[in-house]
């Protein structure tokens, strides 16, 4: 099971990117998929997650309104829309697959994932 992330870049702020994360091997259709990120000196933090059978996307406060996960199946592939974005946003980006449905309170724990991607590099800066 590969995950491949793709998309990131250096962009101003204010500016966009779309992240791109690829499966193979294996669909998370009927789990879930989730983009977390790591800043230098930083945790990974959860960003955003979606999972089979809820039409409900989350993310992390501080990305409401500017960020947008959505999944193509056919595909097999999960996107994040980031806009808006601020140098508070640099960070090392990855994707993450779990095969079975994550629970509510568990969306947003990496223990809920088994797959991880390579992660794609985010810089925001003028």
């Known amino acids: 099971v590969q995950l491949q992330a793709s998309g990131g870049g250096l962009v101003q702020p204010g500016g966009s990117l779309r992240l791109s994360c690829a499966a193979s091997g294996r669909t998370f259709s009927r789990g879930g998929m989730a983009w977390f990120r790591q800043a230098p000196g930083k945790e990974r933090e959860f960003v955003a997650a979606m999972r089979w059978g809820d039409t409900n996307t989350y993310y992390v406060d501080s990305v409401k309104g500017r960020f947008t996960i959505s999944r193509d199946n056919a595909k097999n592939t999960v996107y994040l829309e980031m806009n808006s974005l601020k140098p508070e946003d640099t960070a090392l980006y990855y994707c993450?697959?779990?095969?079975?449905?994550?629970?509510?309170?568990?969306?947003?724990?990496?223990?809920?994932?088994?797959?991880w991607g390579q992660g794609t590099q985010v810089t925001v800066s003028s």
């Open positions: 993450a697959g779990a095969i079975k449905r994550p629970i509510s309170r568990a969306l947003r724990e990496r223990p809920s994932y088994s797959y």
